[in-house]
């Protein structure tokens, strides 16, 4: 599995834009890059995917370099709401078929300061 | 639209006693996951099933474990007998097809005592 690297802990202001960087330099050509964020005693919750062109919804922005290495979440407007375990993940294949896997890691705390 | 549904939310229990979660899809969803989490080892799949059928049971700790998924409308995942170790929360995620997006339920908080 494509394994990813991200902080431990970020900060950032209240209105501010929240960068979340992610390393995942093993990444191969087919591989999605998928985003979740784990808000104090809920389950995970779906951000944003992306392959290899930029994303953006209502939630966030999701950058990709040219190489696929590495990625960055952007929350335009962070709000004290944002404050979680964000998590990069590259998804990976099960087996020999079309079946794919999130395997989550430790993530990068986000703390969004007033 | 409802989510992913699980129950119990909370269950505190014995060692040795059997343990029973469960997890209703969104409905069209035919994949669906369990995760468990603890602040150790974070989240981890337990067990990964598409179109009811076990796809990757790699993830399950031993032979205490089982999960069946008897129709698209239902799984469970049983420990017995359970032991202190256990005490985690247990998630359920499910996705439409075998590489989209996953949605998580909120949980269920086991304690083991």
């Known amino acids: 599995d494509a394994k990813t690297t991200q902080p431990t802990s970020m900060d950032c202001a209240e209105g501010r834009a929240a960068n979340l960087p992610c390393n995942h330099s093993?990444?191969?050509?087919?591989?999605?890059v998928y985003w979740y964020r784990q808000i104090h005693s809920q389950g995970p919750q779906y951000i944003i995917h992306g392959l290899k062109n930029n994303e953006t919804n209502e939630m966030a922005s999701l950058i990709i370099t040219e190489d696929r290495k590495s990625s960055t979440l952007i929350l335009p407007h962070a709000t004290l709401r944002d404050t979680a375990v964000y998590y990069c993940?590259?998804?990976?294949?099960?087996?020999?078929?079309?079946?794919?896997?999130?395997?989550f890691g430790k993530g990068t705390l986000l703390t969004v300061n007033p | 639209d409802a989510g992913v549904i699980q129950s119990p939310r909370h269950e505190v229990t014995e060692m040795g006693q059997e343990v029973t979660l469960r997890c209703k899809p969104i409905?069209?969803?035919?994949?669906l996951f369990w995760y468990r989490q603890t602040m150790m080892r974070g989240l981890e799949l337990l067990i990964y099933f598409n179109n009811n059928v076990p796809i990757d049971d790699s993830g399950m700790p031993e032979d205490r474990f089982s999960a069946k998924m008897p129709n698209a409308s239902f799984s469970t995942l049983k420990i017995q007998p359970s032991e202190p170790r256990d005490s985690a929360v247990y998630f359920c995620?499910?996705?439409?097809?075998?590489?989209?997006?996953?949605?998580f339920g909120e949980g269920s908080w086991l304690t083991v005592v």
């Open positions: 093993t990444i191969s050509g087919n591989e999605y």
């Open positions: 409905s069209g969803h035919n994949s």
């Open positions: 995620a499910t996705g439409r097809g075998s590489g989209n997006t996953i949605y």
């Open positions: 993940i590259v998804r990976a294949p099960v087996g020999g078929g079309s079946n794919y896997k999130l395997t």
